[in-house]
């Protein structure tokens, strides 16, 4: 994120790319090729090849959630075509690919820090700890694209729960596996490795908070966080971290890895809040992928029950 500046970050870059993921559109459809050389893209970005996620596992029994937004839901192929995974690349069309082979069995997931249960579980017995659900989310990135997603998961609180913080607990890290081995993204020091976020314990316990292991009914393919990442859809997308194999309850406010690479440009709450704008672009608008015109974005993403949490808080200065 920090590696662009604002000179050549959102709009042409955004629109270009989510256009050329709908190249069929762009085949067929002269109406949508002249909006594209309205925007700027180039005929010839419409033959780039694009690899899609292979086949993935269904997930039975959904329940729907009455969280979901009822907005249309980004297509599958944009979803996990434009990735921000940059333990895999920092270029959002290779995650995708350089993901294919990643092993996310066994997968063991540390709880530590300040609970009553400190234990290691395996992800599929995670996965069977409360009845699936699809939450459909609207999700914000810092950069200015948004995308909403048929999640697959459960609130992060029926863990927690069964974690049994101790009183003194009042945050909650979530850390991405290291593994230089497998994730090539890891070989170069863009980022402090490994990725770390953070919540505090009543953000984390809001029902909203997802705990998630799949999209579109299926398992999450490996370019989204699989096997286990968390979706916390009223901040930006930052604080959502992929592939987790650590959550750690801890009395002092964790260090995001965000917040370590560039602290005047990203904060550790990063909620949604189209009145801050990032030191180098404004965030009063989005853009949809696969759309033509930005949107205005919305405080806290749209979730307004989530604003109690803040009340007295000075939002510009704990952004
Ligand atoms: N471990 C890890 N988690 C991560 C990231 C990352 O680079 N590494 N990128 C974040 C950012 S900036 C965004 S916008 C979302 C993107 O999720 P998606 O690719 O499933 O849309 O993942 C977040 N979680
Ligand atoms: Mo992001």
């Excluded at 694209?145 to 609180?157: R, T």
């Excluded at 030191?279 to 009063?284: D, L, T």
Aim: with cysteine.
């Amino acid at each position: 994120m920090f590696i662009k500046k604002s000179s050549d970050i959102p709009s042409s870059e955004i629109t270009s790319k989510s256009l050329y993921l709908n190249r069929r559109q762009l085949i067929t459809g002269a109406a949508i090729v002249g909006a594209a050389a309205v925007a700027g893209v180039g005929l010839s970005e419409i033959g780039f090849p694009s690899r899609v996620a292979g086949a993935n596992a269904k997930i039975d029994g959904l329940q729907k959630s009455p969280f979901s937004t009822s907005e249309k839901q980004t297509p599958y192929k944009d979803v996990t075509n434009y990735n921000n995974f940059y333990e895999f690349s920092t270029d959002k069309y290779e995650p995708a690919g350089l993901a294919k082979d990643f092993m996310t069995r066994p997968w063991t997931v540390t709880i530590d820090g300040l609970v009553k249960k400190k234990q290691q579980l395996d992800v599929d017995a995670i996965m069977k700890m409360s009845a699936p659900e699809e939450r459909i989310y609207r999700h914000r990135c810092v950069e200015g694209w948004s995308i909403v997603v048929p999640w697959v998961g459960f609130s992060l609180s029926e863990l927690i729960k069964r974690a049994d913080p101790l009183p003194k607990a009042k945050f909650v890290e979530f850390t991405t596996l290291l593994d230089p081995k497998q994730m090539p993204g890891q070989r170069v020091s863009v980022l402090k490795w490994p990725y770390v976020e953070g919540l505090r314990m009543d953000e984390a316990m809001h029902p909203l908070a997802l705990l998630c292991f799949g999209m579109y009914g299926e398992v999450l393919p490996n370019q989204d966080g699989a096997p286990l990442r968390i979706v916390v859809p009223w901040k930006y997308g930052f604080k959502s971290a992929k592939s987790i194999v650590r959550i750690r309850f801890t009395e002092e406010q964790p260090m995001n890895t965000w917040q370590l690479s560039a602290p005047n440009e990203y904060g550790f709450y990063s909620n949604v809040n189209p009145n801050v704008d990032h030191p180098r672009w404004s965030q009063a608008k989005e853009r949809r992928l696969g759309e033509l015109t930005k949107r205005p974005t919305l405080m806290f993403n749209g979730y307004d029950q989530v604003a109690s949490l803040y009340s007295g808080m000075d939002l510009k200065k704990n952004f």
